[in-house]
């Protein structure tokens, strides 16, 4: 129950005054890997080949396949799983990247480990790797007697105590290459022929992720000084790294940077999610840029969340050093194989690489927005600051719109199929999906009501159909209390692409009901007195707002009383009146008066009790006796707003 006093005053005049996201957790065992990995394309082996041997040495690199309820049967590639391997993936021919054009990759990646693993005793890592020297490409030199190690299958074997310039060591790398390295350990070692001393004098402690060209002499810088019988060793120069090591990750091109500081290290039993956006050269240029985002997603989730700034890298990339040309105006392609590489030693862990977005194959986008039909507004996110578009109330109309785009690309996304978790509160009625060539399919009661709505697009987005729009219609559920509704990742995978996009979180309330606005001042019109019984009506400043946002069909009812009007001490002779709109008079006095009744309908959030009072047979007025006497009134309205029972 609400009360609103109100206080009039003035020369018959009334003055009324109102009182009124954590990380994923699995072993480093196969087992582990495929049992939280996350969503990602279904289908890989037509876009990969496995060499079978990688010069002398077998190709450990191998198909797995998820178990996880999510994502199951997706497959991902274990790079390596024992020591003293090497394993590789090298896209197919009309699967490389076309570096004159941008292009958006990501992949989740599984360094084994666990929470507990202590940084730099696993090892040895992987590489993401551009090149355009082969399909079988590797490390030249290594056997079985001198093992990749820190290679990682991809940098200059360091073998050779004679070798003084580094250009002996870049030969011996992949050529025509740039590689994002991802090492899990510290090879410091400079003993010299023993190739473990990349990681040296590079203020690396365990893992840490950089970037590089592998066959350029530029990459490195020897160690030891020239002498008789000197032997020689170098280290990779770990310009603008990341540092994963446990207790300060640092970013070596800003040091002092205040986002330095533990984050995560690469074998933690975790899976993380790594995004790559290539920028072309312009026309008649060479250089392009690599931006790099590492662990931007949630496993657990597959939400975004937000990203250290230290773990955003941007690269410039010169693709003459990959042994292409400038870019032309006449759109030339400049293809490159895009792969991983991966080694162990004597150190080792499973790693392991799922993609969700390939590059040049098709990229398409996945955009949501919901709709409160009710209130008319966009429900928007409340992670951050509870606000009013992030809140709907109980009985609420809401549209879930879902808008997926093929924006390119060499195939058409076949066997779309949607996972989009229902969520908690909201029922849906009705599943549409709308084509641009035209046509429309509708989802079943069943697929509308499962936990997650899962259905199958009858049609393949391409370039001759370019997009579809997924339309949910449903209702707020009835809450008795504020109810959240998590922020969910919502995807739709298909046979060679995934796309995902997240929905906000906010709450559904159970509505309230209050007074709004009351005019602060309210007043009747001068009126000379006559000495005759007259009725005194109000003044255009009369105002008593109802607000309801509870779900549709509740029901509340204003009352009003009055006490005695008066100039000081002496009473007001006459009394305040309500005509209700079947213009039956009430007396409004100590005894309250019914002044509105109202039943909830949708849309109506707002109500004005006075909104529809006339001067002639409808609200309050003042009736004036003829013996009144000129002078200054006041007294109190008190307006009390009830719930009424259904």
Known sequence: MHFVKWQWLGALGLVLGLLIG??????????????????????????????????????????????????????AFQI?????????????????????????MSMWMYFGGSPDTVD??????????????????????????????????????????????????????????????????????????????????????????????????GSYKRLGINATSAKYCFRLIHGNMINTKTGKPTNIINPDSPYNGLA???????????TLSWKAPAINETTGTMTYTFNDKDPLTGLKKPVDPKYIITKDVDISKLNLAPIDSTGSARKVYWGVTGTTSDVFTNNVV?????????????????????????????????????QVNSGDKLTYTYKLTYTGGTQAWQDVTTALPKPNGVTFSTGTITYAQGGTEELTAAELNGESIGHRLQLP??????????????????????????????????????????SPAYTISPGSLTFGTVN?????????????????WRKDDWEVDVEDTRQVGSQWAVTAQADTLKDGTEPLRGQLHYVDSQQADHLLGKDAVTIMTQTKKAGENQTDVTKDWNDNNHGIYLA??????????????????NNVPN
């Open 22 to 75: 954590g990380s994923l957790v699995a072993q480093a065992t196969d087992e582990a890997a495929t049992a939280e990995m996350p969503a990602g394309a279904q289908t890989l082996d037509n876009v990969f080949n496995m060499p079978s041997s990688l010069g002398p040495l077998p190709n450990s690199a191998k198909i797995i396949k998820s178990t996880n309820d999510a994502s199951a049967g997706q497959q």
């Open 354 to 390: 799922a993609f969700d977005q390939l590059p040049g194959w098709l990229t398409a986008a996945a955009n949501l927005t919901i709709k409160d039909e009710t209130l008319n507004k966009a429900v928007t996110d409340n992670s951050q600051e509870q606000n009013a578009t992030s």
């Open 461 to 502: 987005l391409s370039a001759d159909n370019k997009s579809a729009t997924v339309t949910l219609s449903g209702t707020a559920d009835h809450v008795t209390s504020v109810q959240n509704v998590a922020a969910a990742k919502h995807e739709f995978t298909g046979a060679n692409q995934t796309a995902s996009v997240d």
């Open 624 to 641: 004036v006796d003829g013996d009144a006497q000129v002078g200054h009134y006041s007294g109190t309205i008190t307006w009390t707003l």
């Open 120 to 217: 730099g005793s696993t090892g040895e890592g992987m590489a993401f790797v551009l090149q355009n020297s082969g399909p079988d490409a590797i490390t030249q030199g290594i056997s079985q007697k001198m093992l990749p190690g820190q290679t990682l299958g991809v940098w200059g074997l360091d073998n050779d105590t004679s070798a003084s310039t580094s250009d002996i060591i870049a030969k011996k790398a992949i050529q025509n290459s740039w590689a994002i390295e991802f090492d899990e350990y510290n090879n410091s070692d400079t003993t010299g022929g023993n190739n473990k001393a990349l990681d040296n004098g590079n203020n690396v402690n365990g893992g840490h992720i950089l970037a590089s060209y592998p066959g350029d002499s």
């Open 520 to 536: 602060s001042q309210s007043t009747f019109k001068e009126t000379a007195l006559t000495g005759t019984n007259q009725k005194v």
């Open 80 to 104: 390596t799983d024992t020591k003293n391997q090497v394993g590789a993936i090298w896209s197919k021919d009309d699967h490389k990247m076309d570096l004159s054009h941008d292009q958006t």
């Open 264 to 274: 995560t290290k690469l074998s933690d039993g975790s899976w993380h999610h790594f």
